[in-house]
């Protein structure tokens, strides 16, 4: 047999760092001749059962020849990978390729046996789970499709880790041995499988990370000043419910503790071995962070907090020493959050967690936020607490090298004491994943994101993404769609948080206002419309008008059922002296909560000018009990507690262009949760053929040899489309009037003669298409006209089609774009997408409401549907069109590039008369195989 560098290279790309069931972290890589000290010491850590349920035999130790065996593998029919905690080996997984009878074999016999074996102090984290969905990657990239398993009965984890993957199983029982076969391709189940243990375990890591029951600040200061010191104190002041621990080098040996008793030592490994330190909150120069890193790992700390500058925002250098954070890190089991993070905090009463720089701890309350930014973190944290809001916990990433929005997302999923999230995000790591995460936890709680950074065209520094080629606008068109509430200030992030923690969701767009003030009442009815919301005629209640004024006719607004929401606009009112004056803050604020307590299925915001005392007596009560409880499916709507308090807080706003911002994002977030309840299908076609276009494509990809790919001639792009049911209008060049004579011949009178040079391709005003040719006398006057007004036959390169029944012409695009994915897109060809940019956009696969809404999306829809009396065209024909693209993108991830152009939409059917397709080399897909964690 092949030795491995003559078979295949070392496969580094199998190389991945995994988060673990208990949130830990460990690191899957090929085992090589190079890991025998390893497999034996890893070995003698087994337990005899387990040895015996690996052999079916007593096996106390590995003979040579079994070490030989165990670390030689060819990388393509016999595979050993194994799972590292410090450069240790804690688990390995084998497979070796096998033949109908069970002997080993070579390619291409497609089945393998697999087996796994796990160190008996590590197993219930979902180590073999993990090894699972990766060693069924690397078979499946083998050619492998199927995997054969033998398990003692005994064996009832091993049996139970096959079960529950979610493949498709044959399960038989033979001379005291269960075999067990399943295929290798992803199913609905086992990805359904995949994605729930990704979101138990992320959570974990990060909960880990939030909720600890100690914490070491490694850096505190000999004397009050200095991060570290600020930091500890903060801790203490905030009341860490767990113990603290200070340290530093430079600490005297006979310094016990500093002040308010925190022990102090000179090294995290001086803390007792009995007390577990389970955060680490580093505070000290770059230089010195590996050595504190290295101490954390080998005393056992779970995670790490860097506050530490120095890194990628510094330059090329400091990214280098932020990977080689990463990586040491990682390969202790921890995650990090950082480095120069702001730091985190968690205001449960069972935690109380103020490890961060803020200069005060934030009350408690049901807001989760998340900064990439230090500063922008200490803007939000003020502007919250000023507003009156709580929050529930608070990330400052900084360069987020490891933890990011993703994994807060996954913690907050389920998290009751989160009912919405906020995110400041300057870049997002894996966007694709992102959208998915932000859908499923949209569908239980709002997510709502400012993006910074948006405009530059090029990630911030110290973040290690690729930047998107799509515009801004078409990002922004994909969060939405995926159900994020995505705003443009930091000032409209805490706006909409304000609305969205303390009220329940509208049913719909009616807007009720009603106030002490006219002008006030008109400018909110303004506002509303410019929202797309629809205001109701405003109700003015005079100046004059009293708490109780206020209490009546909020209370009956609210019981009205002509209304969704209320904005109650008030302003200083008249006193009986006629002179203006400020009202009791407190009376009104009682009226208008316990008005609101009547009938809470309704939001209510209030718009005030000049009436400091009332925003502040409405952000006083705020609700400290949880509001709901997640669950996996969506909530009914709207989202409201069945009984709720009094004290619920209502949001103030000091202009009525907020209030309706606010609300217009609440209103169409409710309209995506009851969409998201269903919604749609990816439609399953007939005629489609898969596997045949997969062999195309790889034959075209190896034949052109050209690692950034290539685009695809005329006759091949047509001949993939067909595959998908597309079919593509036939061409065919008249390089002279002669061919386009024979053209014509061919395809039958009228045609078409048009020129296909980019400077006057798909432009008929420029007068570079002649339609109805009805004969031959006609075309080649078409012709002679062409070549005489816009140049040689050679460059115009002209060409001849068949007509096509009348209709609107469209424009269909697919792209992988190197950070959002795989969108597709949809316009009107012409000026109204390519200069006025009425293009709409979904994220592939699309569904067929999807595909229903994406051509409903653009401004010029009207004319597909019979604007002002014109016939309405075929659009089943076109979201079905859509929907086979979508396939042909989402199953073959070398197409990265597919243009219909033009798509001519008649009352009957449609015609695709022009496309080109590129394809590249499959880029790399962080969203689909095995868990991983990025790599940075």
């Known amino acids: 047999m092949q030795n491995a560098s003559e078979r295949a290279d070392y496969p580094a790309h199998w190389e991945a760092d995994i988060v673990l ?27 005899d059962e387990s040895k015996y349920y690996r052999f079916f035999a007593p096996y106390p130790r590995l003979s040579a020849k079994d070490v030989h065996r165990f670390t030689h593998h060819d990388f393509v029919d016999r595979v050993g990978l194994a799972v590292t905690i410090g450069g240790e080996f804690i ?67 091993m049996i139970k880790v096959f079960r529950d993957a979610g493949y498709e199983q044959k399960r038989t029982f033979e001379d005291g041995v269960v075999r067990l076969e399943f295929d ?79 022990p102090a030592h000179r090294s995290v490994a001086e803390i007792a071995s009995d007390e577990p330190v389970d955060l680490a909150i580093v505070a000290v120069p770059a230089a010195r962070v590996p050595e504190a890193v290295a101490a954390c790992g080998e005393r056992g700390v779970r995670g790490l907090v860097v506050l530490s500058a120095g890194y990628a925002e510094s330059g090329p250098e400091g990214l280098v020493r932020q990977r080689e954070l990463v990586r040491q890190a990682r390969s202790y089991g921890m995650r990090l959050i950082g480095p120069n993070a702001f730091g985190i905090i968690n205001t449960s009463p069972d935690v109380r967690l103020g490890a961060s720089l803020a200069p005060a701890m934030p009350r408690a309350g049901r807001i989760g936020l998340f900064t990439q930014s230090g500063a922008i973190g200490i803007a939000l944290l003020a502007g919250l607490t000023r507003r009156g809001a709580g929050l529930s916990t608070f990330v400052s990433a900084g360069n987020r090298a490891d933890v990011s929005g993703n994994d807060l997302l996954q913690y907050w999923y389920d998290d009751p004491d989160t009912d919405v ?30 993006q910074g950074a948006r405009h530059s065209g090029a990630a911030p520094t110290g973040h290690a993404v690729q930047a998107t080629r799509i515009p801004h606008e078409t990002v922004s068109a994909l969060l939405r769609q995926a159900g994020v509430i995505r705003v443009d200030t930091v000032t409209e992030l805490v706006d909409a948080g304000l609305l969205l923690a303390g009220q329940p969701l509208p049913a719909g767009p009616r807007i009720a206002i ?85 009938a809470p299925a309704k939001p209510v915001a209030v718009v005030q000018v000049e009436l400091g005392s009332l925003a502040e007596a409405l952000s006083a009560a705020t609700r400290t009990g949880p509001r709901r409880v997640p669950h996996p ?99 065919y060049p008249a390089p002279d009037p002669d061919e386009a004579v024979r053209a014509a011949d061919a395809l039958g009178y009228p045609v078409a003669l ?134 042909l993108v989402d199953d073959h991830p070398e197409v990265v590039a597919v243009a219909l152009e033009p798509v001519i939409v008649a009352q009957q059917g449609l015609s695709v008369l022009s496309a080109s397709v590129r394809l590249a080399p499959p880029p790399a897909r962080t ?3 095995p868990r991983t964690l990025p790599t940075y």
């Open 927 to 929: 969203d689909v195989g």
């Open 514 to 598: 009603l106030g002490n003030s006219e002008s006030l009442g008109l400018l909110t009815y303004d506002a509303c419309l410019a929202q797309g919301l629809r205001p109701l005629q405003p109700r003015d209640l005079t100046t004059a008008a009293t708490p109780d004024d206020f209490r009546a006719a909020l209370t009956a607004t609210l019981a009205d059922g002509a209304c969704d929401a209320v904005v109650v606009t008030a302003i200083p009112w008249v006193k009986e002296s006629g002179t203006m004056g400020t009202p009791e803050g407190e009376a009104l604020a009682t009226a208008l909560r316990e008005a609101a307590a009547i």
């Open 184 to 262: 290798l391709e992803p199913t609905d189940e086992s990805l359904a499988v995949q994605r729930a243990r990704e979101q138990r375990a992320e959570a974990r890591s990060a909960q880990r990370l939030l909720a600890p029951g100690s914490v070491a600040v490694i850096g505190v200061g000999r004397s009050p000043g200095g991060v570290g010191r600020a930091v500890l104190q903060n801790l203490v002041t905030c009341g860490f419910t767990g113990r603290l621990y200070a340290v530093n080098a430079a600490f005297a040996e006979d310094q016990a503790a500093l002040e308010g008793g925190v």
């Open 21 to 47: 069931r208990d949130g830990g972290t460990a690191r899957i890589r090929p085992i090589t001749a190079a890991d025998a000290d390893r497999l034996v010491s890893f070995y003698e850590q087994v337990s």
């Open 633 to 731: 499916e969506p909530d009914p709507l709207p989202a409201t507690p069945a009984e709720p308090l009094p004290g619920t807080a209502i949001p103030t706003y000091p202009a009525a262009e907020r209030a309706a911002r606010a609300l217009g994002e609440a209103v169409k977030y409710a309209q995506w949760r009851r969409e998201a309840a269903d919604p749609g299908k990816v439609p399953e076609f007939d005629d489609i053929d898969e596997k045949g276009a997969a062999d195309r494509i790889t034959a075209l990809l190896e034949a052109a040899g050209h690692p950034r790919g290539l685009e695809l001639a005329h006759a091949d792009a047509h001949d993939l489309l067909k595959r998908y049911g597309i079919d593509v209008h036939p061409t």
């Open 754 to 887: 048009k020129t296909t040079a980019p400077h006057l391709r798909h432009r008929a005003d420029l007068g570079g298409v002649r339609l109805d040719l009805a004969n031959e006398e006609q075309l080649r006057a078409a012709y002679g006209e062409l070549t005489e007004t816009f140049g040689k036959p050679e460059e115009l390169r002209p060409v001849v089609q068949a007509m096509v029944p009348r209709g609107v012409d469209t424009v269909v695009r697919s792209v992988i774009d190197p950070a959002a994915g795989a969108v597709l897109s949809f316009g009107l060809a012409g000026a109204p997408s390519e200069l006025l940019g009425d293009t709409a956009h979904r994220l592939v696969p699309a569904t067929d409401r999807d595909a229903a809404s994406l051509i409903r999306a653009i401004r010029t829809a009207p004319l597909l549907f019979g604007w002002r009396g014109s016939a309405p065209v075929d659009t089943r024909a076109l979201e079905e069109l859509l929907l086979r693209v979508s396939r």
């Open 91 to 157: 688990a390995t997984v084998r497979y070796d390729r096998i033949d109908a009878t069970g002997r080993a074999a070579s390619a291409p016999a497609d089945e393998a046996e697999v087996a796994f074996l796990v160190q008996d102090a590590h197993q219930g984290r979902g180590v073999a789970s993990a090894l699972l969905e990766h060693i069924a990657a690397v078979a499946r990239e083998r050619s492998i499709r199927r995997f054969a398993a033998e398990v003692l009965p005994a064996n009832n984890k």
């Open 421 to 450: 999230a906020l995110m400041y995000l300057e870049s997002i790591g894996n966007p694709r994943k992102f959208t998915r995460l932000a859908r499923r936890t949209g569908t239980v709680k709002p997510v709502v994101v400012v």
